[in-house]
């Protein structure tokens, strides 16, 4: 299977080289250090995976299903610790999708269901989210595109990168939809615990027998560098045959991954942990919007929810360039161009990383950069 390598990935690659001073595009919440676990850490642990569960640390499984409130309706059973939210969409998507069969995702959306799908020989059917309803999609298009051939509905939800959050009457509608056709439904919710103007979004694998739900330590815990993450599903032989799969790539979770994840999902951490992201979080987003208001280069649906939004780019030059010449002196700034996503007269902007200093020194190169157009 050849992947081809995804706009955004080509992207962050080439800033790595260009090395920025700066950006606007922190997605995650601000990283933990090292020596913010090693007083919890059991310096006995032995680190060979022999006697561990290839489903991941039984304690950590049931930290998830609370923490995210799986719980009751999920329990650690359900539940695979993969590499990320990354691996477990990997691995749903490659158990579930084969060559001619069919797939729907959403879009703008996660890159990787439109890759991957690709790669494995599939169908993959764009599912358009509008702009000018709050980047929802219509649900006559998604009626139409589901088939006797659709194997998987893959949505990012909430939306990496509009911030939109289909409540649980929509996922109901859309699991009802799937199940006249036997159609797993996969929402991607790694942007979970961060909603600003919607309830705590509904958690897929709790509201359809073929639901799947992805996340992990990375945005809200900001815990990215872990690789820590999980599969959760009621479909106990997708679990087993993804473990089966994974055998052959990394074989099992990485149990330091594993040890700070349990300890960063202990319930007095991680209230305090959502707790300060969210704060910061809340700030950046507002700055964020202030410097929007006042540039007419630039306009957005608020994100609902989430650390990153889209922003329209009213000027008269393609997201590509402007991140090419942004990335260079005298601006220095890393942005995400729309065409990442397919949208090249948008950027992706985002409030994480903790730093309000940092968030302000982007957007200064920014308005330097609209001021001299
Ligand atoms: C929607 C979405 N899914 C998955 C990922 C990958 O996350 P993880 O670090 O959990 O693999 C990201 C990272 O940016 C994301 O935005």
Redesign the pocket.
């Known amino acids: 299977m050849k992947v081809e390598i995804h706009k955004l990935f080509e992207v962050l690659l080439k800033a790595q080289k260009v090395k920025p001073e700066t950006s606007v595009i922190h ?1 995650l919440a601000k990283p933990p250090i090292l020596g913010d676990f090693l007083d919890d850490l059991d310096p006995n642990l032995v680190l060979d995976w022999s006697d561990k569960s290839f489903h991941g640390l039984p304690s950590l499984r049931e930290k998830v299903v609370e923490r995210f409130s799986y719980s009751p309706v999920c329990t650690a059973e359900d539940v695979l610790i993969t590499a ?4 477990a ?1 990997f691995l749903a998507i490659s158990n579930l999708v084969s060559p001619g069969d069919e797939m729907i995702v959403d879009v703008p959306g ?1 890159p ?1 269901p439109l890759v991957l799908g690709k790669a494995i020989g599939a169908i993959v059917k764009k599912l358009e989210r509008h702009e000018d309803n709050g980047w929802m999609f219509d649900f006559d298009q998604l009626e139409e595109l589901i088939t006797k051939k659709t194997k998987l509905i893959f949505l ?1 939800n909430p939306n ?1 990168p509009t911030g939109h959050v289909l409540n649980e009457e929509e996922l109901l509608r859309i699991a009802k939809l799937a199940d006249k056709v036997g159609a797993y439904v996969l929402t ?1 919710e ?2 979970r615990n961060m909603e600003w103007y919607c309830p705590l979004t509904p958690r897929m694998a709790t509201l359809y027998e073929r639901g799947i739900s992805t ?2 330590v ?2 809200v815990l900001g815990l ?1 560098g872990l ?1 820590t ?1 999980w599969m959760i599903s009621k479909d106990k032989k997708l679990l087993f045959d993804s473990i089966v799969l994974r055998e052959d790539t990394s074989e099992i979770m990485n149990i330091m991954g594993e040890a700070i994840a349990d300890i960063a999902l202990r319930e007095s951490r991680f209230e305090v942990a959502v707790a300060k992201a969210r704060k910061s979080a809340k700030e950046n987003l507002s700055i964020l919007d202030e410097f929007i208001k006042i540039h007419s280069e630039l306009s957005w649906v608020r994100p609902v929810a989430g650390l990153i939004g889209l922003c329209n780019l009213n000027i008269d030059q393609d997201s590509t360039k402007v991140s090419e010449i942004l990335l260079e002196n005298p601006y220095s700034l890393m942005i995400m161009p729309g065409s990442a996503y397919g949208y090249p007269n948008h950027i992706r902007v985002g409030a994480g990383g903790g730093s309000k200093d940092d968030l302000e020194k982007g957007l200064a190169r920014l308005d330097q950069f609209f001021k001299a157009i």
């Open positions: 997605s990320g939210t990354a691996e969409n996660w990787q990012c990496n991607d790694v942007y996340g992990s990375s945005k990215q690789r993450g």
